[in-house]
């Protein structure tokens, strides 16, 4: 009951700055921003410790791809916040005139964010810049199993941030039950889709809109004619060099040709032993599992009885670290859960085919992924990828990358998610277009009004069809005849 009278507090306390209208203006807007770009830059040491407690980040990773992704997003929204506020005017069309026509954006109102452990410095904050800059109210829930960050935030945000009308909300599953219970204008999940159906399913009760960032499959071709080494370096920072694999758009299996897969495997274990050395478990560059529950999901994937033989690189793990060797599988059966589940780890399966062209059948055999990532360099190759393969986002010649540039959506399709934000799309996410027209009381149309004649609906066809003589006539308050 507790938890619910703290999720019922929280909504109606923010309920009630909402309505005042404190967080309409820019003002207020911008100064959240800029309170937020004043946490990161001041409070970098405090995140990066963090980090590491949750999730052994190493502290290049934790600035690079939580604390200036935040910087970027914050400093994006500041410099388009009055250009994404102004209402936009469209045409008024000849049937309503005279008048004029907008689109006025409005916040939604008060709206809650549940974030994910695996990046819960990033996916904590970059969606609550989004909801800030169309003008809501927010309630952030971070996730529970990174506690160090969640934390954190906790203390943090209520001292650079106006409190009354952002407020962390900590706790586990009942925390996060009894604030799922309560009406929100709009839910934003990231995780994983078996709880995103849970949050789906809550919404639908008070009809609220969600967006949901959820993850999946992520596949990875490699055809034979790629700058090899390039290749392997960008492969292995996608997965490794990304919390060690626990990332949602993480390269989750490779497709390349029998012929090349002896090459690629070669240039993947010269590149891995060179970023973290011969015995991985000791390196400080490659973060640690984030709990045993997922320590032993991934040694069940690693130990099923028809996986284990196909190891071809790497299997070593400490328990004791939570730490497990980044590992290369090559053609593991794709019955196999390892090729079924999302893997969410430091695990790589590579799986062979005949001809390059045969990998578009096997991809979309499965869900659709989060991201999809082809190396090469033939252009027919790459435009027959990205019409043929549905996916959240796309990159040619690396992974990753594209969730850095804020004028690109960042969300899934499908299984992998619904919605999007990033940039303009995250004050999109956050925000309702409402639709204004202004009418003159000028113009009167006799023939609308009943009581209803031939001549009065031929004038109105005529005018539906774009008549000129039938606008006249509308215009002149004609009637037509009986």
């Known amino acids: ?171 586990g599953i009942a925390e996060t039950t009894a604030l799922l219970e309560q009406k929100w204008d709009k839910i934003f999940y990231t995780g994983n889709s078996k709880v995103g159906r849970i949050v789906m399913s809550f919404a639908a009760k008070h009809l609220t809109p969600v967006v949901l960032e959820l993850g999946g499959k992520c596949p990875v071709v490699v055809d034979s004619n790629v700058d090899l080494h390039v290749a392997a370096k960008r492969i292995a920072a996608g997965k490794w060099g990304c919390n060690s694999g626990q990332a949602c758009i993480s390269p989750d299996y490779v497709i390349t040709t029998k012929s090349f897969a002896p090459k690629l495997l070669d240039s993947l274990k010269k590149v891995l032993d060179k970023f973290y050395g011969k015995d991985p478990l000791r390196s400080e560059d490659l973060s640690r599992i984030v709990n045993s529950n997922h320590f032993n999901r991934l040694k069940a994937l690693m130990d099923e009885e028809m996986v284990s033989d196909k190891i071809v690189f790497g299997g070593q793990s400490d328990e004791q670290q939570l730490k497990i060797a980044p590992t290369l599988f090559l053609d593991a059966p794709l019955d196999s859960a390892i090729m079924k589940e999302e893997i969410f780890g430091p695990l790589l399966p590579i799986i062979t085919v005949d001809k390059i062209h045969e990998s578009f059948a096997l991809i979309n055999s499965m869900t659709k992924p989060l991201a999809a990532y082809l190396f090469s360099k033939d252009s027919k190759l790459k435009r027959q990828f990205e019409r043929n393969v549905s996916a959240g986002g796309m990159i040619f010649n690396d992974t990753g990358i594209h969730l850095t540039n804020q004028n690109l959506p960042f969300g899934g399709v499908g299984e992998s998610g619904m919605g999007a934000y990033h940039g303009t799309f995250s004050f999109d996410a956050f925000t309702h277009r409402k639709a204004v027209l202004d009418r003159s009381f000028l113009g009167e149309a006799k023939a609308r009004y009943p009581p209803y004649t031939r001549g009065k609906l031929k004038i109105l066809k005529g005018v539906l069809k774009g008549n000129l003589l039938a606008m006249v006539q509308a215009a002149l308050g004609c009637t037509g005849w009986a």
């Open 1 to 171: 009951m507790e938890a619910v009278a703290v999720a019922a507090e929280a909504r109606e306390r923010l309920r009630a700055s909402f309505a005042s209208g404190r967080t309409r203006p820019a003002a207020w807007r911008a100064a959240q921003l800029r309170g937020l770009l004043r946490m990161a830059a001041e409070m970098e040491a405090e995140i990066c410790a963090a980090l590491r407690a949750d999730l052994a980040k190493p502290h290049t990773e934790s600035y690079v791809h939580e604390i200036s992704l935040v910087t970027s997003s914050c400093k994006f929204a500041l410099k388009n916040l009055k250009k994404w506020m102004q209402p936009k005017k469209v045409p008024a069309g000849v049937l309503t005139f005279p008048s004029t026509a907008r689109v006025t954006p409005e916040p939604l109102g008060v709206v809650l964010v549940v974030s994910a452990w695996n990046y819960p410095f990033l996916l904590a904050v970059d969606p609550v810049i989004g909801a800030i800059a169309a003008g809501n109210a927010v309630v952030l829930k971070p996730s529970e199993i990174a506690p160090a960050t969640s934390s954190l935030l906790a203390d943090l945000l209520p001292r650079y941030v106006d409190s009354s009308c952002i407020k962390v909300v900590e706790g």
